[in-house]
């Protein structure tokens, strides 16, 4: 049997581009023969150094909201494992993106109850008894693309055998079946040339929750 090719992925809840990438990377597990390394990275830390400069309604969200999400993943990782990461996310991803309920602590207990993680992770929302692992996540993926990128932040094979790490790709609708497959495929060739850095164009619709 060939072994899966690893694709790392870092996320933050909060984020519905993020949560359209992920959604895409699964259905490319199921047409692709990959294995996906879920990963936390955080906007509250990504956008400590330029907080002032923000909208007063984005500064209030990044320094309350924005947190909790992310805290209690790390600390269900930390506790429970790295295999409960993607599960966690999933279940979090659906109750703040497709349901609609936002980055709510009810919303939290309700995507640890789905999972079956104990109640008690709830208390690390507002705890940072665990932001030295948090800030260490963030970093190890931004390290590898860079300041000017947010989440997500996708590191696949390159033309060498070391990783290349993007931001991105940002789509939506998540492409299923052989769509995605394209995508990943295409992702695949321009990570294998070496001065690649970067495709873009303006965004002309939200992201679209199935």
Request: aromatic share 8%; charged share 25%.
């Amino acid at each position: 049997m060939s072994e899966k090719t690893p694709v790392d992925f870092w996320f933050d809840p909060l984020c519905p581009w993020a949560w359209m990438t992920s959604r895409w990377v699964l259905e490319v597990e199921k047409v692709r023969d990959i294995e996906v390394r879920w990963h936390v990275m955080s906007l509250a830390v990504l956008n400590e150094p330029r907080i002032e400069e923000m909208a007063p309604e984005y500064q209030d969200m990044m320094r309350t909201k924005a947190w909790a999400p992310v805290r209690v993943v790390v600390a269900a990782q930390q506790k429970h494992g790295d295999e409960v990461v993607g599960k966690l996310y999933t279940a979090l991803g659906t109750h703040i993106h497709n349901l609609g309920e936002g980055p709510t602590l009810e919303a939290i207990a309700a995507s640890l109850k789905d999972v079956g993680l104990p109640a008690d992770l709830i208390d690390y929302a507002d705890s940072d008894a665990y932001d030295t692992e948090l800030r260490a996540s963030h970093k190890e993926g931004i390290d590898k693309v860079g300041q000017e990128v947010g989440t997500p932040v996708i590191a696949v094979p390159g033309a060498d055998g070391e990783q290349i790490a993007f931001f991105g790709p940002v789509v939506t609708p998540a492409p299923k079946g052989e769509e995605a497959a394209k995508l990943w495929d295409g992702t695949l060739m321009v990570a294998s040339i070496p001065g690649f850095y970067e495709i873009k164009r303006t965004r002309t619709q939200g992201p679209i929750f199935d």
